[in-house]
């Protein structure tokens, strides 16, 4: 069963390349309520714990360290069918293939700045929200 919740990062490229606010707004327009959102820095570890699923692959050690390279912007999302429809607006990991008005074909670099992460799973969104936010940070 589908949940209402998703749980979104705004990548360090965006976030140096001053791109929250379009996002955000991005994000507003397609009609999700924002229930918890942090500008933050992981630390490698923390990266490392976050990605852990993907350990074993080639790009991991990049992957770590791009994502603990700067600032970035985790929130909870809140909408009916919040993981398939967040995963329409973000569009494709590779910004050349995004359709037209979504988030990566709007503001990323390449697959590996490609602007914001989005969960795959309503499982994956529960775990990822955990992860950054308390029960007390959500509204």
């Known amino acids: 069963m589908a949940t209402n919740r998703t749980f979104t990062m705004i990548k360090p490229d965006a976030v140096e390349n001053n791109y929250i606010g379009g996002i955000l707004k ?3 327009e397609a009609g999700f309520r924002i229930v918890a959102m942090k500008y933050t820095k ?4 923390a990266a490392g714990t976050f990605y852990e699923v993907h350990k074993e692959r080639p790009f991991y050690g990049e992957l ?7 600032p970035i912007v985790a929130a909870i999302l ?3 069918n919040a993981v398939a429809d967040f995963r329409t607006l973000i569009g494709a ?4 293939k995004a359709d037209e008005g979504t988030i990566r074909k709007t503001y990323a670099k390449s ?4 602007a914001v992460h989005g969960s795959d799973s309503d499982e994956n969104a529960q775990i990822e929200g955990d ?4 029960k007390l940070e959500r509204y």
């Open 64 to 70: 770590v360290s791009y994502m603990s390279s700067g």
């Open 111 to 114: 697959i590996a700045a490609n």
């Open 131 to 134: 992860f950054y936010f308390s």
């Open 26 to 28: 991005m994000i507003n």
């Open 42 to 45: 992981l630390s490698a570890e």
């Open 78 to 80: 809140e909408k009916e």
């Open 93 to 96: 990991t590779d910004p050349t």
